[in-house]
T-cell receptor, first 119, second 111 residues
Framework: GAVVSQHPSRVICKSGTSVKIECRSL??????MFWYRQFPKKSLMLMATSNEGSKATYEQGVEKDKFLINHASLTLSTLTVTSAHPEDSSFYIC???????????????FGPGTRLTVL | DAKTTQPPSMDCAEGRAANLPCNHSTISGNEYVYWYRQIHSQGPQYIIHGLKNNETNEMASLIITEDRKSSTLILPHATLRDTAVYYCIVRNTGTASKLTFGTGTRLQVTL
């Protein structure tokens, strides 16, 4: 299967600071990446869809000025949480879409997640 | 994308087959059934997907009913490491499609 990495895996920051999370597809190119957020004991909630070379598409209720997404290359997307507050503390997970050789349909592969704690 | 219904939790003895059901009665013809699992504090892991034929890979088997309104994920010999939340997701293959997660089934594998 395809491998997706995230960095950092864990980050603690002070309220009001900005935090950048990187998502990389290691062995495939991904024109589309996705960012999810997961609160404790809850399911994953899609935040935005990131397309290489164009602006991200945000889900309803997600502030685009707070969660900045940049998909600068076919293997890298970044999520920046600006002016973070304690309520932004969550588990952030990225995903990349891949069409493996011989497959008829594409599949989304997920990174290991980044746990953000805002003090 | 069609919604799915899964039992909230299931138990399975180690070494036995785990059969996880999923209902997707409103699935349309161009929608695939995907299964993922999420082990605690990790990102979801892709397991398998299918359209209408049964599928098998090194992790699991996917059985889809003829009318495609339900499916079953089978882990043939469950181990303690298979304890996780299993998500059944229906999704079309258009470029604008995306995975929408429900609440899944929490599978507990016990000794």
């Amino acid at each position: 299967g395809a491998v997706v990495s995230q960095h950092p895996s864990r980050v603690i920051c002070k309220s009001g600071t900005s935090v950048k999370i990187e998502c990389r597809s290691l062995d495939f190119q991904a024109t589309t990446m996705f960012w999810y957020r997961q609160f404790p004991k809850k399911s994953l909630m899609l935040m935005a869809t990131s397309n290489e070379g164009s602006k991200a598409t945000y889900e309803q209720g997600v502030e685009k000025d707070k969660f900045l997404i940049n998909h600068a290359s076919l293997t890298l997307s970044t999520l920046t949480v600006t002016s973070a507050h304690p309520e932004d503390s969550s588990f952030y997970i990225c995903s990349a879409r891949s069409l493996l050789r011989g497959a008829l349909t594409d599949t989304q592969y997920f990174g290991p997640g980044t746990r953000l704690t805002v003090l | 994308d069609a919604k799915t219904t899964q039992p909230p939790s299931m138990d399975c003895a180690e070494g036995r087959a785990a059969n996880l059901p999923c209902n997707h009665s409103t699935i349309s013809g161009n929608e695939y059934v995907y299964w993922y699992r999420q082990i605690h504090s990790q990102g979801p892991q892709y397991i398998i997907h299918g359209l209408k034929n049964n599928e098998t890979n090194e992790m699991a088997s996917l059985i889809i009913t003829e009318d495609r309104k339900s499916s079953t994920l089978i882990l043939p010999h469950a181990t303690l490491r298979d304890t996780a939340v299993y998500y059944c997701i229906v999704r079309n293959t258009g470029t604008a499609s995306k995975l929408t997660f429900g609440t899944g089934t929490r599978l507990q594998v016990t000794l």
